[in-house]
């Protein structure tokens, strides 16, 4: 139904920037939320931040003021900024997104994963 396509991410010392971006593909009518989240080695996935259609954009505590989550609604496309990296900034970090497709039914589809990875 409605495939999410992960870029960016890599390797980079502490103090460091790097960019994700994710972009939504299929018979999409209508994406209500475009999320972040990231799962590091043995803990579960965590809730990074989330931007609804409208704009309105929530981050954990532990990203806030660091990263920003953007979004261009017409690309269905969502980017998330990371400043100020840190070594417990390491992780695999995953889009996520939420809607309705073309004839009303409804999705919840997931990015592949991208490996950020922030050495001191």
């Known amino acids: 139904q409605v495939q999410l396509v992960q870029s960016g991410g890599g390797s980079v010392q502490a103090g460091g920037s790097l960019r994700l971006s994710c972009a939504a593909s299929?018979?999409?009518?209508?994406?209500?939320?475009m999320d972040w989240y990231r799962q590091a080695p043995g803990k579960q996935r965590e809730f990074i931040g989330t931007?609804?259609?409208?704009?309105?954009?929530n981050y954990a505590d532990s990203v806030k003021g660091r990263f920003t989550i953007s979004r261009d609604n017409a690309k269905n496309k969502v980017s998330l900024q990371m400043n100020s990296l840190r070594p417990e900034d390491t992780a695999v970090y995953y889009c996520?997104?939420?809607?309705?497709?073309?004839?009303?039914?409804?999705?919840?589809?997931w990015g592949q994963g991208t490996q950020v990875t922030v050495s001191s």
């Open positions: 996520h997104a939420w809607g309705t497709v073309v004839g009303g039914r409804s999705f919840d589809s």
């Open positions: 931007i609804t259609s409208g704009g309105i954009i």
């Open positions: 299929g018979s999409i009518f209508n994406i209500n939320a």
